[in-house]
């Protein structure tokens, strides 16, 4: 098995969170193909991808609020991220579901998608942020809000509980919200409060994954082709019977009826009974 079988195997047996961490690497790429300029050494994405704050390109990009979460300003942004996300997945797994993970992914990035436009909106400034920090924080912050007192192996601290871990974080966004990449940071915050938002909204009934559900299976069975059933090519003839048709059902039935006498006739006088005529009738009848 080479390389390339082998990531294909771990992309179908990893689950959505191997997935999603697949997707996030593959946009990097696509990126680094078309939109890193070499002179400058930076990554220029264009306001068709990234989020930008600018109500005149949000409102005709809607799609933006998605695509965002997916893209990475630097090798070693996407680095860090992905290493949260793996983090915050198998602890999100544990308790919950894969579609409610995907669902809580895509729905934390629109979330803080929307809190980044405004707040930038009412600030009066204007940004464009890439990464997928808010939609992570989201699923991190609700594995904290569900079971926060676990206990979680850390590399040279031991055991820590995971909303010492969580808080730690979350103090860093806070600390640096008025300082480089405000944007970024008013998003993690965002994407932490949905992920808290959805554990106690779940814990009371309501599942908001449902909401991702449902528009990715309309979207599947749209694109899905329905099975088809072979063509059967039916003749009908519509031509009016014809009066000789007729006169021969007719005379089958008289016919019928007279042997049905007949037998009627034997069964209860014997077969000598009958006359001539009507012997000869049975037999050009059992021809």
């Known amino acids: 098995m080479n390389i390339l079988d082998d990531l294909k195997l771990q992309y179908k047996l990893g689950g959505i969170a191997m997935q999603v961490i697949y997707?996030?690497?593959?946009?990097?790429?696509?990126?680094?193909?078309?939109?890193?300029?070499?002179s400058t050494g930076q990554f220029v994405f264009p306001n068709?991808?990234?989020?930008?704050?600018d109500p005149q390109v949000f409102m005709f990009k809607p799609w933006t609020f998605l695509t965002y979460a997916f893209f990475h300003f630097g090798f070693l942004h996407l680095l860090?991220?992905?290493?949260?996300?793996?983090?915050?997945?198998?602890?999100?797994?544990?308790?919950?579901?894969q579609k409610q993970y995907?669902?809580?992914?895509?729905?934390?990035?629109?979330?803080?998608?929307?809190?980044?436009?405004?707040?930038?909106?009412?600030?009066?400034?204007?940004?464009?942020?890439v990464g997928a920090s808010a939609a992570i924080m989201a699923i991190l912050v609700?594995?904290?809000?569900?079971?926060?007192?676990?206990?979680?192996r850390l590399f040279l601290f031991g055991n820590v509980k995971l909303w010492h871990i969580t808080g730690v974080i979350l103090l860093l966004d806070l600390m640096q919200l008025r300082l480089e990449n405000m944007g970024g940071h008013i998003s993690h915050l965002a994407g932490a409060f949905f992920g808290f938002?959805?554990?106690?909204?779940?814990?009371?009934?309501?599942?908001?994954?449902?909401?991702?559900?449902?528009?990715?299976?309309?979207?599947?069975?749209?694109?899905?082709?329905?099975?088809?059933?072979?063509?059967?090519?039916?003749?009908?003839?519509?031509?009016?019977?014809?009066?000789?048709?007729?006169?021969?059902?007719?005379t089958k039935d008289k016919t019928q009826q007279q042997i049905d006498e007949i037998l009627d006739k034997i069964s209860q006088s014997g077969y000598d009974c009958l006359t001539k005529e009507e012997k000869e009738f049975l037999f050009k009848a059992g021809k």
């Open 23 to 38: 997707w996030n690497v593959a946009c990097f790429l696509i990126s680094l193909i078309f939109f890193y300029q070499f």
């Open 48 to 53: 068709w991808l990234a989020l930008s704050s």
């Open 80 to 97: 860090f991220n992905m290493m949260v996300l793996n983090f915050a997945s198998n602890l999100f797994l544990t308790f919950f579901t």
């Open 102 to 129: 995907l669902g809580l992914y895509i729905l934390g990035a629109i979330f803080s998608g929307i809190v980044f436009a405004l707040s930038f909106y009412v600030l009066g400034t204007s940004a464009s942020i």
């Open 142 to 152: 609700a594995a904290t809000t569900y079971q926060p007192l676990m206990n979680v």
């Open 197 to 250: 938002i959805f554990i106690k909204l779940l814990q009371n009934g309501t599942d908001l994954s449902i909401i991702v559900s449902k528009v990715l299976d309309f979207f599947a069975n749209l694109f899905r082709k329905s099975p088809t059933t072979p063509f059967t090519k039916v003749h009908k003839n519509y031509k009016k019977p014809t009066e000789k048709s007729s006169s021969r059902i007719v």
